[in-house]
């Protein structure tokens, strides 16, 4: 089992590998010259020239990729063009918020996202079914960012429950309507696959057997169907990753949470490249890892995979 | 029992999607106002006789906008998803087809693009390239790009096996020739699905990217950038959200009634 671990974890390497070139090509096509970007074209040729060394632009691009990436391996992602932090630095004080974040919505969407989807096929054909479906069908179709903001003014704006925006003291408070909105944002794929997975299982013939024998239908459901559907399901976390990652930048965004995704749209924005290269392999990093994770996860779960 | 659903979801799709197209190529002549007319008289009007959608806090006219937004959205996405299925198609189906080297090459650059959340990829484009509809156009056909291919790899792979394929090949027919007129026509439906559901997901793309501020650029307006401006009033004028929001839910909602509805229609082995 270890074993099996390591060789997952030696093989997202090369993909590792490639993230990191692919993050360092993006500095590498900005047009022009990101040192005038830096300091305007009307700064003399010397603090262009020490500019570009001390940043090594004067060193060939393999060079520059390695002493990069060597830099980045010890935990130096450079300092932020704009605020002049480290940006390593920047980004773990920010973990603590999208990880919070992310946790809230991935619980809401574990419970709601897999309990309407088997509740959805278990009524395969019924009308509760076809309303449930159709609730998705529309749900899938409006941007979390328009969901976050109709949440904001109804809760904040109207009701006045809720905090609208920012950290405020930390609480948890802060983190119902960014999390409630995010995890029913994931609640929809999870429920739509999760239904998907059920309704494949329910047509086996172990389910009409434990029918025929007498269960009742909800140790059916979810004593033999659901803990079968888990092993898929556990795949489909894989899926809702990205969802995660994507949407908790969206969420951050609107919500003026100061997380990850926050700083990322930022330095962005500010065209702060630094920064930028840093919350990209680090967002990226996490999330093939935790791909890789899933993926062990399918294998532990599975005893085909594990065992074969 | 789904190929009876599949027909109305489809038809409904096609419905939407014509409605935004409609609104994206008949724009100027069913707006009441030019887009970016002024009017700070009128600054922040709720949604009334002269204003359908209210005004904006320069006194613009929402309804307008929305309609031109679509022209905008509308344009972006499709040629964002016209540059993915070329590249998809013709990656995915050399890779199937000709197997070997080729297809561990187009692969490994598969999984290296799917190894990225496509709006972090999106943005990351958007902070090099610069905000604006190139990158817009360049990042949303990266991160659209591999789904397909892996999609048409898998079809080829399956019917190159196939007896006619071997039959065209005993008479003489070339590797292109097989592709363009015996492999390709055979994965034109489940193509056709995925690039329907595809426009959708660039619609959501592009739109999240403009309202990131890092996609359209003001004065020009897509939904996305419409909802970020709209954001600064949302106490005083939610409408400037809602409007834009909903226009970009009727066009995703379009896309994957349409997508959906062509896949029971076509493809019986995905239905359930």
Redesign the interface.
């Known amino acids: 089992m270890l074993a099996l671990a390591l060789r997952r974890l030696a093989g997202s390497i090369p993909?590792l590998l490639?993230?990191s070139v692919?993050?360092f090509t993006?500095?590498y096509?900005?047009?022009g010259d990101p040192v005038t970007a830096l300091v305007g074209d009307r700064a003399s040729p010397e603090t262009i020239a020490n500019l570009r060394r001390e940043l090594g632009l004067d060193l060939p691009v393999h060079e520059r990729y390695l002493a990069w990436l060597k830099r980045a391996l010890s935990g130096d992602l450079g300092r932020s063009w704009v605020t002049g932090r480290p940006v390593a630095r920047s980004i773990v004080a920010r973990v603590p918020v999208t990880a919070r974040l992310a946790l809230t919505a991935f619980l809401v969407s574990s419970v709601v996202g897999l309990g309407v989807g088997v509740y959805s096929a278990s009524r395969h054909?019924r009308p509760a079914d076809h309303v449930v479906r159709l609730t998705l069908?529309?749900a899938?179709?409006?941007?979390v960012?328009?969901a976050a903001?109709?949440a904001?003014?109804v809760f904040g704006?109207r009701l006045r429950v809720l905090p609208v925006s920012g950290l405020g003291d930390g609480s948890l408070r802060h983190f119902i309507l960014p999390g409630l909105v995010l995890g029913v944002y994931l609640s929809i794929f999870q429920a739509r696959m999760t239904r998907?997975v059920m309704?494949?299982i329910i047509r086996q013939d172990y389910i009409r057997t434990a029918r025929a024998k007498g269960l009742p239908e909800r140790v059916v459901i979810w004593r033999h169907a659901f803990r079968n559907a888990l092993v898929s399901v556990i795949t489909l976390l894989g899926g809702s990753?990205?969802n995660l990652?994507?949407g908790s930048?969206?969420t951050e965004?609107?919500f003026n949470l100061p997380g990850i995704g926050r700083f990322?749209?930022d330095?962005?924005?500010a065209?702060d490249?630094p920064a930028?290269m840093g919350c990209?392999l680090f967002?990226?990093v996490v999330?093939?890892l935790a791909n890789t994770l899933v993926d062990l996860g399918y294998a532990l779960a599975d005893p085909r995979v594990r065992l074969g | 029992m789904a190929r009876a659903a599949g027909l109305p979801m489809a038809v409904a799709g096609a419905l939407l999607l014509t409605l935004v197209a409609l609104a994206a190529v008949a724009g100027p002549w069913l707006a009441p106002a030019h887009p970016d007319e002024l009017s700070l008289a009128e600054s922040l009007r709720p949604p009334g006789p002269g204003h359908p959608f209210g005004t904006d806090y320069f006194g613009r006219d929402v309804f307008s906008r929305v309609l031109y937004g679509a022209r905008v959205s509308l344009a972006i996405s499709l040629s964002a998803q016209l540059i993915a299925l070329v590249v998809g198609v013709a990656l995915g189906a050399a890779a199937g087809y000709f197997g070997g080297w080729v297809d561990g090459a187009v692969m490994r650059l598969v999984d290296v693009v799917m190894a990225f959340p496509d709006l972090l990829l999106a943005i990351g484009i958007a902070a090099s390239l610069g905000p604006g509809v190139p990158s817009v156009l360049l990042a949303l056909g990266l991160v659209g790009w591999p789904g397909l291919c892996r999609l048409v790899r898998g079809e080829v792979l399956a019917l190159k096996e196939r007896d006619f394929i071997d039959a065209a090949r005993a008479i003489g027919a070339g590797d292109l020739w097989i592709l363009r007129r015996h492999v390709l026509p055979n994965v034109a439906a489940p193509i056709l699905i995925a690039t329907t559901l595809g426009v959708g997901s660039r619609i959501l793309q592009e739109a999240s990217l403009s309202f990131l501020g890092l996609g359209v650029q003001p004065p020009a307006a897509s939904w996305g950038s419409m909802v970020h401006h709209g954001l600064r009033w949302l106490s005083r004028a939610p409408w400037l959200v809602i409007f834009p929001g909903l226009a970009i839910a009727v066009a995703v909602l379009g896309s994957n009634l349409l997508g959906d509805g062509l896949r029971d229609i076509l493809d019986p082995r995905l239905r359930d």
């Open positions: 993909v490639a993230v692919v993050t993006l500095l096509i900005v047009p054909g069908l529309l899938g179709a409006v941007p960012f328009v903001t109709v904001m003014y704006v998907s309704l494949e990753l990205s990652l994507v930048v969206l965004t609107i990322t749209v330095a962005a924005y065209r490249f930028v990209f967002q990226s999330f093939v």
